[in-house]
C-alpha cells in the first residue's frame, strides 16, 4: 500500500481559502477515474484525469488541493507546465491566470484503507472487492485535483472506468457507457447541478442493487418523480430490508415536500450500505452512503430501526438545507448539521412509524452535546474554524445535538410554522450558493417578525450549559411559591451566561411503588436568572416537579432532594418524563454531585418501566460505564459484579428474543469485559448462552461472547480463528482482530499496542480503520490489568502518529491509548501522575498542532472528572 508522509501544508487556512475564493470562480470539472484494475491488491493506485474551468482575476496564481500518489502532467490554458516546480506538498501551484482558464491534470491518486478518498475494500466473505468514496471535509483532494472548499461550486461530469460486470455510481445519471479493454467499460454521467466539492462521491464493486419510484407533489401543487434505488454488498444482499428502507424514504419526501415546498433538485436518490465507513452516512447528492451497520445482520431492536430512519431523513434533509444552500466556510458546519439533525429528527416523529424519536434524542444524542459543551475545549455553535484540522474536529456534540437542540429551541420560540416558512425563504432566496449564518437570521426575523440577533448572540455566539432547577417554600402541606432559577458558564471565559428558555415544567403525583403519574405542565418563558411560577402555588408538597418537560430546551436539570428519590425509586410516568429526568441524574453524577452507584442502583429499580429499547440501551451503558470509571477501585468489582448479575438473571427470566433481551445481553458483556475476577457462574453463563444454537445469539451477540471469554482466558486463539473461518464475514473479520487483542497475555497486548501506534498489523500489512479501531478497543479490554505500565511510551509517540498517519486514524490512536485509568488512591485530580503527565506534556507541546492538543486537552478533562467522582461520598 503506498504511503506519502502529512504534506507540511495540508491544513488549509480559513485565510488561505477566502484568498482563493477573491481570485477564483470555479465554473465546470471533467473527472474521468479508471478503477479497471482495482481487483488487482498489488495495484495501490488508479489514474485520474481532471480537468477544471474557472475564471479568474487576471495575472493572480493560485492552487490546487492534491493528495495523490504523483502527478503526471499539468497544462495550464494550453502550455505544458513543470510539474516539479509547480508542487508544493499539498499544492498544485497555477498562474498565472487569464480571466478564463483551463487546466488539465494527469496523476495517480491512492486506494484508502482508512475510509477517507476512495476506500477499497476486500469482502472476506467472497473476495469480491468494493469501492466507495468519503470526502467531507475535504478527502475529495485525495481523489482527484480540485479547490477543495465549500464556497467554489462547480458543476461536474464524471466518467468512471471499472469492470463492466460492476455496479457503478456518481452524484449524476448514468448517461452513456462504452467499451473499455479487456472486461472493462467507461460509463459516462450527466452532469451535475452547482454543488461543493466535498459531496461529489464515486461507487464501484459488485453491489446488489433494488429500484423504486417515488411519485408525489410540493405544498403548492408542483409534480415531482424520483427513481429510487439501493446497493449494499452482494453478500450482504439477504439482510438488506430494501421494502423498509424504501418506505422511509418515500415518507421522508413527502414530508419535505410538504415543509419545505421545493421540489427534490438532484434527480435521481441512490442510497448505498458501505463497509468500514468512518461516519453514520454522508449527504452526497443523489448518491447517500450509509455505514453498512445499517444492514442488519443479527436481531436488530426497533430503537435500531428508528436510528436508521433518523439517519435517512437527516440526510435526506441536506438535499436542501447543505447541499441546495451551503455554508461558505467550515464556521457555519452548524448550520447543516444542526438543522439536519433537529430537522430529521422532526420528519421521523411526524412521518414514520417511529413515535419515541424524541425520546431517543433526549437520551443519547443530547447527552453527547453536554458532555461535549462542558470540556475546556467547548465552543459556540457558531465556531471559529481556523483551518481544515478544526474544521475535521467539529463534527462534534455541539455541532450536532447541541444545535439541534437549540433549533428545537428556537421552533418553540417563534412558532413551528415561522421557523419553515423561514426555511422555504431561505432555499428560494439562496438556491445554488453559499451563505453565512446572518443570511438564516434574516429569513428568520422577516418570518417571525422579531429581531433575532438577540436570541442568536446569547445561544449561538456563547459556549456551556445553562443548569435549570426548580426552588419553592412549603408550607403547611403545600407549595407556597415557587421560582424557576437559571444558572450557567461559559467554559472559555468564566463569564455568566443566561439565555432565554421557552419550557414546561412538569408535575407528577407520587403514588407510593408505582411511578409518579402525570397532572399538568405549567407552560414558562425565562430569560434572566429566576421566573416566579404562581401557577405552582397551593399544590400539595409531595408533588415532583420536572422542569424542561417534554425537552423543548437545552440546559441541564437539577431536580430537589424530594424529586430526586422518586426518579431513582419509583420513576416517572411517560417514557419521554423518565428519559429527561435521567438525563439530569446523569449529569449530577459526572458533574460529581451524586455518587454513581445511586444512577445503577435507580437503573436497575425502575428499569422494567423502560420500554423504548434505545433508551432502556442508554441508561444500562451509563450505569456500567459510570460504575468502572466512577467508583473508588476497592468497591468497583462487587458493584460491577452486581450489576452482571442482575443483566444475566434478567436475561434468564425471559430468554425468548427480544429487543429486551438484546440490550440485557450487550450490555452484560460489555460489564464482564470490566470485571477483573467475574464468578466462574456468570462466565459459564455466557459460555452456555454462545455454545446453545437454540439460543440465537446471532453474530454480533455471539462475537461480543466471544471478546468476553477470550479476554479472561476461556477462548483461545486456535478457537476465535476456527469460529471466523466457519464464518467469513466483515463482522467476524473485525471481531477476530477484537477478540484477539482482548487475550490477557502481556505479549499479546504489546504487539497490539504497537500495531495501533505503527497503523501496521503485524504482517506488515496497513490496518484499514476499522481493523485499526478493533485493536484499540481489544487491547482496552484489559480485566487483569496486564497492559497495563506503558504510559510513559504515549508522551513520546502521540506527535510521531499524527505526523505518520491520517487525521482520522491518528485520532483514533491518540483518544484510545490516553492513559485514563486512574485511581483516586494514586492521587486526585490535581496529584495523580497521570493527569500531571497530562498537563507536562501539553506545557511542554505548546507548538503541537492545535487538533492534537484538543484531543489531550479532553481526555485530560475526561481523567479529572473520573478521579472527582471517586471522591464523591457513598
Known amino acids: 500500500m503506498t504511503e506519502l508522509p502529512r504534506p507540511y501544508n495540508e491544513n488549509l487556512r480559513r485565510d488561505e481559502a477566502a484568498a482563493r475564493a477573491r481570485i477564483v470562480r470555479t465554473r465546470d470539472y471533467d473527472i474521468d477515474v479508471d478503477f479497471s484494475a482495482a481487483a488487482d491488491p498489488a ?3 488508479f489514474p485520474v484525469r481532471t480537468r477544471v474551468r474557472f475564471d479568474a482575476e487576471t495575472g493572480a496564481s493560485t492552487f490546487l488541493d492534491y493528495l495523490g500518489a504523483r502527478v503526471d502532467s499539468v497544462t495550464l490554458n494550453g502550455v505544458e507546465q513543470d510539474v516539479a516546480s509547480i508542487l508544493d506538498g499539498a499544492r498544485i501551484v497555477i498562474g498565472p491566470l487569464a480571466e478564463h482558464n483551463e487546466v488539465d491534470i494527469v496523476s495517480a491518486s491512492i486506494y484508502s484503507r482508512s475510509g477517507e478518498g476512495v476506500h477499497r475494500f476486500v ?18 483532494r485525495r481523489i482527484y485535483p480540485c479547490f477543495d472548499q465549500p464556497d467554489l461550486k462547480a458543476r461536474f461530469r464524471v466518467a468512471i472506468t471499472a469492470d463492466t460486470s460492476w455496479h457503478v455510481a456518481a452524484n449524476g445519471a448514468l448517461a452513456s457507457e462504452e467499451p473499455a479493454g479487456a472486461g472493462a467499460s467507461r460509463r459516462v454521467f450527466a452532469e451535475t447541478l452547482p454543488m461543493s466539492t466535498y459531496i461529489t462521491t464515486f461507487l464501484a464493486g459488485p453491489y446488489a ?7 408525489g407533489r410540493t405544498a403548492s401543487g408542483e409534480e415531482v418523480s424520483v427513481p429510487l434505488r439501493i446497493s449494499t454488498r452482494a453478500s450482504l444482499a439477504p439482510s438488506m430490508d430494501a421494502d423498509e428502507v424504501f418506505e422511509i424514504t418515500r415518507q421522508g419526501l413527502d414530508w419535505f415536500h410538504d415543509r419545505f415546498d421545493s421540489a427534490y433538485p438532484w434527480g435521481k436518490y441512490d442510497q448505498v450500505f458501505v463497509p468500514e465507513y468512518n461516519l453514520g452516512a454522508m449527504e452526497n447528492p443523489g448518491l447517500v452512503t450509509f455505514t453498512e451497520n445499517y444492514v442488519f445482520t443479527s436481531p436488530a431492536t426497533q430503537s435500531q430501526h428508528e436510528q436508521r430512519a433518523n439517519t435517512i431523513l437527516h440526510e435526506m434533509c441536506h438535499m436542501w438545507f447543505g447541499d441546495l444552500v451551503t455554508m461558505r466556510w467550515w464556521d457555519d458546519l452548524w448550520l447543516k448539521e444542526s438543522f439536519a439533525d433537529y430537522v430529521g429528527t422532526l420528519a421521523v416523529d411526524e412521518a414514520t412509524r417511529f413515535t419515541t424519536a424524541w425520546t431517543a434524542f433526549a437520551s443519547k444524542r443530547k447527552a453527547w452535546a453536554y458532555r461535549q459543551d462542558q470540556y475546556p475545549t467547548t465552543h459556540p455553535i457558531v465556531a471559529d474554524i481556523v483551518d481544515l484540522e478544526a474544521a475535521d474536529q467539529n463534527f462534534d456534540g455541539i455541532t450536532y445535538a447541541k444545535g439541534a437542540s437549540v433549533l428545537r429551541q428556537l421552533s418553540a420560540f417563534v412558532g413551528a410554522e415561522a421557523f419553515f416558512a423561514a426555511a422555504r425563504t431561505y432555499f428560494a432566496r439562496h438556491a445554488w450558493g453559499n451563505t453565512t449564518l446572518d443570511d438564516f437570521l434574516a429569513a428568520l426575523s422577516e418570518a417571525s417578525g422579531r429581531d433575532m440577533q438577540g436570541w442568536a448572540d446569547a445561544w449561538l455566539t456563547t459556549a456551556g450549559v445553562n443548569r435549570l432547577r426548580v426552588e419553592t417554600v412549603r408550607e403547611g402541606g403545600v407549595i407556597a411559591s415557587a421560582l424557576l432559577r437559571q444558572d450557567g458558564v461559559d467554559p472559555r471565559t468564566g463569564e455568566t451566561v443566561l439565555r432565554p428558555h421557552v419550557l414546561r415544567i412538569g408535575v407528577y403525583r407520587p403514588e407510593g411503588e408505582a411511578p409518579a403519574g402525570f397532572e399538568v405542565a405549567i407552560d414558562a418563558r425565562i ?3 429566576e421566573l416566579a411560577l404562581p401557577a405552582l402555588s397551593g399544590l400539595p408538597v409531595d408533588r415532583v416537579l420536572l422542569p424542561n418537560d417534554g425537552d423543548l430546551s437545552y440546559a441541564k436539570i437539577v431536580p430537589d432532594t424530594h424529586a430526586l428519590e422518586v426518579v ?34 435507580g437503573v436497575i429499580a425502575t428499569g422494567h418501566l423502560v420500554t423504548d429499547p434505545g433508551v432502556f440501551a442508554q441508561l444500562l451503558q451509563q450505569a456500567g460505564s459510570g460504575l468502572a470509571a466512577y467508583t473508588p477501585a476497592e468497591t468497583r468489582q462487587g458493584r460491577l459484579e452486581h450489576l452482571a448479575g442482575f443483566l444475566a438473571d434478567a436475561v434468564a427470566e425471559r430468554p425468548e428474543p427480544s429487543d429486551r433481551r438484546t440490550v440485557l445481553l450487550r450490555t452484560l458483556f460489555d460489564v464482564l469485559g470490566e470485571v477483573r475476577t467475574p464468578s466462574a457462574s456468570l462466565l459459564d453463563r455466557v459460555e452456555r448462552r454462545l455454545e446453545d444454537p437454540g439460543f440465537g445469539l446471532g453474530e454480533e451477540l455471539a462475537w461480543s461472547a466471544r471478546v468476553v471469554l477470550s479476554a479472561h482466558g476461556r477462548l483461545g486463539e486456535a478457537a476465535l480463528r476456527e469460529a471466523q473461518a466457519s464464518a467469513p464475514t466483515a463482522v467476524s473479520t473485525v471481531e477476530l482482530t477484537r477478540a484477539l487483542a482482548a487475550r490477557p497475555d502481556a505479549a499479546v497486548k504489546d504487539a497490539a499496542r504497537e500495531a495501533a501506534y505503527t497503523g501496521r498489523a503485524a504482517d506488515g500489512s496497513v490496518l484499514s480503520n476499522d481493523g485499526l479501531q478493533a485493536t484499540i478497543d481489544g487491547l482496552r479490554i484489559d480485566p487483569g490489568g496486564v497492559g497495563a505500565g506503558h504510559e510513559a511510551e504515549y508522551w513520546q509517540r502521540i506527535e510521531g502518529v499524527w505526523a505518520a498517519q491520517s487525521q482520522g486514524q491518528a485520532t483514533r490512536v491518540v483518544t484510545g491509548l490516553f492513559p485514563a ?5 494514586d492521587g486526585d485530580a490535581a496529584t ?32 479529572e472528572r473520573r478521579l472527582r467522582a471517586q471522591a464523591v461520598p457513598r
Open 209 to 215: 442493487v433494488w429500484h423504486d419510484e417515488y411519485t
Open 821 to 825: 485509568d486512574a485511581e483516586l488512591a
Open 527 to 529: 430569560e434572566g436568572a
Open 43 to 45: 495495484v495501490d493506485t
Open 123 to 140: 469482502d472476506p466473505a467472497d473476495g469480491a472487492v468494493y469501492l466507495y468514496s468519503q470526502n467531507e471535509p475535504v478527502d475529495c
Open 568 to 601: 431513582l425509586t419509583a420513576g416517572l410516568e411517560g417514557e419521554l418524563a423518565r428519559a429527561t429526568a435521567f438525563a439530569g441524574v446523569w449529569n449530577m453524577v459526572r458533574d460529581g454531585e451524586l455518587a454513581v452507584e445511586r444512577f445503577a442502583d
Open 832 to 863: 495523580h501522575p497521570f493527569a500531571v503527565a497530562a498537563r507536562g506534556w501539553l506545557a511542554a507541546s505548546r507548538e503541537a498542532p492545535r487538533a492534537l492538543r484538543r484531543i489531550v486537552i479532553e481526555r485530560l478533562d475526561d481523567l
